[in-house]
């Protein structure tokens, strides 16, 4: 049985912009592990096949303002953790809000490996 919590509207809220910071950390660490892993994969398995693949100063800025774009986009996606929360946790459990974060943290950092990942599949389509 879930433990009843007896959060107002305003400390559902308050409590979801405490996380916001862990969510952005999340997001930006996982961004550079993923462009890492990008690099990687592109230099040792795609750049020895493919001289159109090249990893330059303009392409580094160019992911970085549209992974910052998105990282912004994610924040929108965000506050919808909040207002799921406050219409469907009718009991006002800490379990639903904290399995709610969780999901939607996980979701989201490990979206930006879906780039290295479909390099290394496309390695193997093409070039293996």
Known sequence: MEKKSNLTESQIR???NDKRYL???GLFISGIIAF???VI???NLIMPYDEGFEITLFTIVFQGIGYLIMIVFANLLY??????NL????????DFRENL????FW???SLPFLAPLWLFISYFLEFY
């Open 14 to 16: 308050e409590w979801w």
């Open 23 to 25: 969510y952005n950390l």
């Open 36 to 38: 890492v892993l990008y």
């Open 41 to 43: 994969v592109g230099i």
């Open 79 to 84: 506050s919808l953790g909040v207002a799921e």
């Open 87 to 94: 219409n469907h946790n009718k009991e006002n459990t800490d």
């Open 101 to 104: 974060f969780n999901l939607g």
């Open 107 to 109: 979701f989201s950092v």
